[in-house]
């Protein structure tokens, strides 16, 4: 795979205020986080889904659960962005690494093969005066200058389940197009569940618009009700 180091991607320091992520970004300016915007902006059936989710199963149970899902999700992350930087290592002998090593695998054979050039991983990403984020990787894949994201899942996702997912593409390609001068418009989620069933949604054309639209009315109605 081809580094291409087109961008000087400037480090983003962050902090939680009121129980909310923000950024410092190097305008000087402290917004809110990608993931903050979603989570507060998100509808009243996703809350009550979730809600009812931790009733079914018990509060203690629901948190090991989504404790564990997000450790194997930051060693199957670490996993995917050695491999984009040329820099794979052995899959690691203790129990999370021994499940989210076939997890990566399974996304590298399926989705990133299809990477040409990556730009960076973890990248800090800002728009300005609005929000900031980071991005797991930006770069072209199948010759289209692209937003990549990541997800580990403990069973398949039905395709409503993801549009949050495609909403943060969204909201991460706009602001590296506003500071980089970049012109992405398309959005690939690379998923790999537990079982090593591989899931992949790209987003472009008329459904990025849809999305860009849901993404601006997100952080408009974030500040009508945070100011």
């Not at 999370?96 to 990133?112: D, F, H, R």
Request: net charge positive; glycine share 6%; proline share 4%.
């Amino acid at each position: 795979m081809l580094i291409q180091n087109h961008f000087n991607y400037t480090p983003i320091s962050r902090e939680t205020v009121d129980g909310k992520r923000h950024y410092n970004t190097p305008d000087g300016k402290k917004v809110a986080s990608v993931t903050t915007i979603l989570d507060k902006t998100k509808s009243q059936e996703k809350i009550d889904a979730l809600q009812n989710w931790r009733n079914r199963i018990g509060h203690a149970n629901a948190q090991t659960i989504t404790t564990e899902a997000a450790g194997v999700g930051t060693v199957m992350h670490k996993m995917l962005e050695e491999y984009c930087l040329n820099k794979p290592k052995p899959p690691g002998s203790n129990n999370v690494q021994k499940i989210a090593y076939p997890m990566a695998q399974k996304i590298i054979t399926e989705g990133l093969t299809h990477l040409e050039e990556c730009w960076g991983t973890e990248i800090p990403l800002y728009y300005p005066e609005l929000y900031a984020g980071t991005t797991d990787l930006a770069g072209v894949w199948k010759k289209k200058q692209a937003i990549l994201d990541f997800k580990q899942t403990n069973k398949p996702k039905k395709e409503e389940w993801v549009e949050d997912y495609k909403i943060q593409l969204v909201a991460y390609a706009l602001a590296h197009n506003k500071v980089h001068g970049t012109n992405i418009k398309t959005g690939v989620i690379l998923m790999c569940s537990r079982a090593c069933e591989f899931q992949h949604w790209v987003l472009e054309g008329a459904e990025w618009d849809k999305f860009e639209a849901q993404w601006w009315d997100r952080v408009e109605r974030y500040y009508r009700i945070n100011t």
